[in-house]
């Protein structure tokens, strides 16, 4: 049974800065990318930022130069220290972690938590 832990949210004025973590258990192979993605009430789910196995990143226009991703595979953990928070980085943040690559790949997905910056 693959079970997620999230911690790091809550609610942060604009500037201030916090630090999510996920880790999962319960993942038979080997994880080859983690990601963040996140979803505001009335807009779909979008990646935040990614990072695979070789250490290559991948982020949002929106969010470069003020978050930062880190995956840790020993311990199948991701982690986004996000700085510079802006109120319209206030979403419900999913972390995900990929097994396998091409048609095999299998994403499982965290419940979610919230993230709220006030102005």
């Known amino acids: 049974q693959v079970q997620f832990v999230e911690f790091g949210g809550g609610l942060v004025q604009a500037g201030g800065s916090l630090n999510l973590s996920c880790t999962v258990s319960g993942i038979t192979f080997g994880i080859t990318k983690f990601g963040w993605y996140r979803r505001t009430q009335g807009f779909p789910r979008e990646m935040v930022a990614e990072i695979a196995g070789d250490g290559t990143t991948n982020y949002a226009d929106g969010v470069k130069g003020r978050f930062a991703i880190s995956g840790d595979n020993t311990r199948n953990m991701v982690f986004l220290q996000m700085n510079s928070l802006k109120p319209e980085d206030t979403a419900v943040y999913y972390c995900?972690?990929?097994?396998?690559?091409?048609?095999?790949?299998?994403?499982?997905w965290g419940q979610g938590i919230q993230v709220t910056v006030s102005s």
């Open positions: 995900k972690f990929r097994t396998g690559r091409g048609s095999f790949a299998n994403d499982y």
